[in-house]
């Protein structure tokens, strides 16, 4: 599985303050960690390498790499150093076959067919924050978020994991870190 998100800094102060957000690694990219684990079950080990820009104290770009319990592999890649509008996206890759999932499509490629694209998706983001804040003003019955507290704490936990790991330059064993 490969991961890619690409942005720029937002525009809110504590966005860029380790500190206050934990940084793109805590804030924003537990919105894969989320995805992964739903997708292929927990992980065993992560191992991170990020780079810092200047007047941040949060790192700029990041690459993670995951091993999931399964024996499944992923890699994450993602920047706050500039815009790209074609993130963010996960693309599976199977025998013979690679998914590319993004918020607005899905394109199934399978050796020796042609793609099939499926679009017109509101943006999932959106969708999310929609049923979730729905939720909280009892507009929306609870079951609709599809995410309990137990897999919003091991999502954390292996956000936790990830920054742990690019502090020391050691990989993280999931089953003995304690966050």
């Known amino acids: 599985m490969q991961c890619y998100w690409a942005c720029e800094i937002a525009s809110v102060d504590w966005w860029a303050d380790v500190n206050k957000s934990g940084g793109q690694l805590v804030e924003q990219i537990t919105h894969f960690f989320d995805i992964m684990r739903y997708l292929f079950g927990s992980v065993g080990e992560v191992q991170a390498y990020v780079s810092y820009g200047s007047n941040y104290n949060i790192a700029r770009s990041s690459v993670v790499n995951l091993l999931f319990e399964n024996g499944c592999i992923g890699n994450l890649v993602s920047s706050n150093l500039a815009t790209d509008e074609e993130t963010p996206w ?20 399978k050796t020796n067919f042609a793609a099939e694209s499926y679009s017109g998706f509101d943006n999932g983001m959106k969708a999310e924050q929609r049923i979730f804040l729905d939720c909280l003003l009892n507009k929306a019955k609870p079951d609709q978020i599809k995410s309990n507290y137990a897999d919003a704490v091991a999502s954390l936990k292996l956000s936790l994991a990830v920054s742990y790991s690019h502090r020391t330059g050691r990989p993280v064993k999931l089953d003995s870190f304690e966050g």
């Open 90 to 109: 996960l693309n599976v890759h199977l025998e013979n076959e690679i998914i590319h999932i993004r918020s607005w499509n899905i394109t199934f490629k």
